[in-house]
């Protein structure tokens, strides 16, 4: 009980990191959650339904945490708790190891509470097979006092009281006798921790099969090569291709875009495209053809572009005040002419103007 008293006080004195207490409580102090090891040492364990002051998750009102017959009595109650609660349970399991009994034992809870509640304890020197020391009863008295300012402050002080009323045991004796009770399955455990398969005999079916499985599932993982993790290097070329593609499929559309510009329009009619967006802005006016040097065109119309229309040959009607121009001369069939047009220059074969915008030479762009 000494080491399980060093425990709850490592607990109760826990802290956060700036120092300020955190008031643990472990509110399950029982004979179940104390283990006496091959060591010699005994250790309490579960802090499963421990309580901290500043945790933000409360019990909820009229809802009791822990065993009945080791609780203090403001635990029973619902009230506010803290070490001396524990310190409290720590008497009871103390006491029923000196006297082989149960403190409180009732045939129904709402006796056992009652026991409790009333706080007529006796000392377990009146009930022990071996004589208890006096000292040793005023210990465990003061512990299990009903009021919580009337018990041991710390679980250290019931400590060195407890140590002061009688020596504890030398651990090799405790360590004997744990061994003298439990031996075989101590050898057990000795036997499972050192990686030795155990006999047949020495457990139980139920948990050979548990123990074949783990060892199974242990070579499993030792002998299956881990996955392969994929390099930031190939996850960097992958990125780098499919930039690449991006581009290339930019390039494409936009080649694409100029081809279909230069056909937008009527023939003879190439479509002005943007230098710098690939889009159509407007249709500019076809060139004029070359003039035929055997045809002699009157010098007014010299200016004026060619007439491509069922009407061209159509005399204009007269206005007043100006002079009919004369008619114009028949042309040439078609057969009769035997001069070829030279090609234009079409390196490049477009023009720039003030605006930035590229207009395409309409003989530069349609077939010859």
């Known amino acids: 009980m000494a080491d399980v008293l060093a425990g709850l006080h490592a607990a109760h004195e826990l802290a956060d990191d700036e120092g300020r207490p955190l008031g643990v409580v472990h509110r399950d ?14 250790r309490v364990l579960d802090f499963g339904i421990a309580k901290a002051a500043g945790r933000r998750h409360q019990t909820r009102t009229g809802e009791v945490k822990g065993k009945l017959a ?8 619902g009230e506010a708790v803290d070490r001396r609660a524990d310190i409290y349970a720590a008497g009871v399991v103390l006491w029923e190891a000196l006297t082989g009994r149960r403190l409180f034992d009732a045939s129904n809870e709402g006796a056992l509470v009652l026991q409790v509640t009333e706080g007529r304890i006796d000392p377990p020197s009146l ?3 071996e004589p208890v020391p006096e ?15 009337e018990r041991w402050a710390t679980a250290e002080d019931m400590a060195r009281a407890l140590t002061d ?5 030398p651990r090799t004796a405790v360590k004997d006798a744990v061994l003298a009770f439990g031996g075989e399955q101590a050898e057990a455990r000795a036997r499972i921790k050192g990686n030795v398969t155990p006999t047949p005999g020495m457990l139980e079916p139920e948990a050979r099969a548990v123990l074949d499985v783990l060892t199974q599932q242990v070579h499993v993982a030792r002998t299956e090569p881990p996955a ?9 070329l992958l990125g780098v291709a499919i930039l690449l593609a991006i581009a290339l499929v930019g390039v494409v559309a936009t080649a694409f875009v100029l081809m279909r510009a230069s056909k937008s329009g009527p023939a003879g009619e190439p479509a002005v495209v943007s230098s710098t967006t690939g889009s159509i802005v407007s249709a500019a006016p076809s060139a004029a053809p070359p003039p035929d040097p055997s045809s002699e065109p009157a010098p007014s119309e010299s200016a004026a572009p060619p007439i491509a229309s069922a009407s061209a040959s159509a005399p204009r009607p007269h206005r007043p005040g ?3 121009a004369p008619p114009k001369p028949p042309a040439e069939p078609a057969a009769a002419r035997t001069q070829i047009t030279p090609r234009p220059d079409c390196q490049p074969p477009y023009t720039v103007d003030a605006e930035g915008h590229r207009h395409y030479k309409a003989e530069c762009v349609s077939p010859p």
């Open 29 to 42: 102090v029982s004979p179940h959650n104390v283990h006496v090891g091959t060591d010699g040492l005994s």
């Open 322 to 324: 100006k002079k009919p």
């Open 135 to 149: 000292a040793l009863d005023r210990v465990i008295l003061k512990a299990l006092a009903k009021k919580p300012e």
């Open 228 to 236: 392969p993790a994929k390099s930031r290097g190939s996850q960097a």
């Open 165 to 169: 009323a009688i020596a504890p045991a």
């Open 70 to 77: 080791y609780m203090a009595p403001e635990q029973l109650f």
């Open 127 to 129: 009930f022990a097979d």
